[in-house]
T-cell receptor
């Protein structure tokens, strides 16, 4: 069975400061990992994904994440926060070796990011 | 390019009423799914489908039915609504395959309140 744990349901950072959102995963096989962003009253949009190629993955809007197998982590970072980054962020995992592993995602509980002017 | 379209955006039901949440996609995606989003619980998979005529249960299927008569449409039915089904419902679709395939595309959600 697969699962993800997002540490911190709410994170606040000052504009221009480093953003760090934490995600740890549990999977019985090498996983695929994703970060999605949800802006108010909208659906989820893909920020970036790890699919067993490079362990440092770059996404949209200046975000990146590093897959660390030894720590079972996939933390999301951005060097300098912008007001437009305020949203809810979800980490998700799939097991590509299982049936429809690419499509059946298990989501974390989400982290709401607030940017302080 | 419409993507994934969900209707209605908002709905209020009384306990015991039935209704259907509509989902349509125009990307010719084989895979479609329904999630519910509740505070502090993230998104949980209700049902999914890998093609017309094929559906399967996700993590929280009780109280919901689905069907997939066409590639484009994947409606979610609540036969007898309960307050515990108050939630935001998201439909998502993608192509099927291994490797660097397309990610899940989400609709904008349906906010359902059951009183």
């Amino acid at each position: 069975a697969q699962s993800v744990t997002q540490l911190g349901s709410h994170v606040s950072v000052s504009e221009g400061a480093l953003v760090l959102l934490r995600c740890n995963y549990s999977s019985s096989v090498p996983p695929y990992l994703f970060w999605y962003v949800q802006y108010p009253n909208q659906g989820l949009q893909l920020l970036l994904k790890y699919t067993s190629a490079a362990t440092l993955v770059k996404g949209i809007n200046g975000f990146e994440a590093e897959f660390k197998k030894s720590e079972t982590s996939f933390h999301l970072t951005k060097p300098s926060a912008h007001m437009s980054d305020a949203a809810e962020y979800f980490c998700a995992v799939s097991e590509p070796e299982s049936n429809f592993g690419n499509e059946k995602l298990t989501f974390g509980t989400g982290t709401r990011l607030t940017i302080i002017p | 390019n419409a993507g994934v379209t969900q209707t209605p955006k908002f709905q209020v039901l009384k306990t015991g009423q039935s209704m259907t949440l509509q989902c349509a996609q125009d990307m010719n995606h084989e895979y479609m799914s329904w999630y519910r989003q509740d505070p502090g619980m993230g998104l949980r998979l209700i049902h999914y489908s890998v093609g017309a005529g094929i559906t399967d249960q996700g993590e929280v299927p009780n109280g919901y039915n689905v069907s997939r008569s066409t590639t484009e449409d994947f409606p979610l039915r609540l036969l007898s609504a309960a307050p515990s089904q108050t939630s935001v419902y998201f439909c998502a679709s993608s192509s099927i395959g291994r490797g660097d395939n397309s990610p899940l595309h989400f609709g904008n959600g349906t906010r359902l309140t059951v009183t």
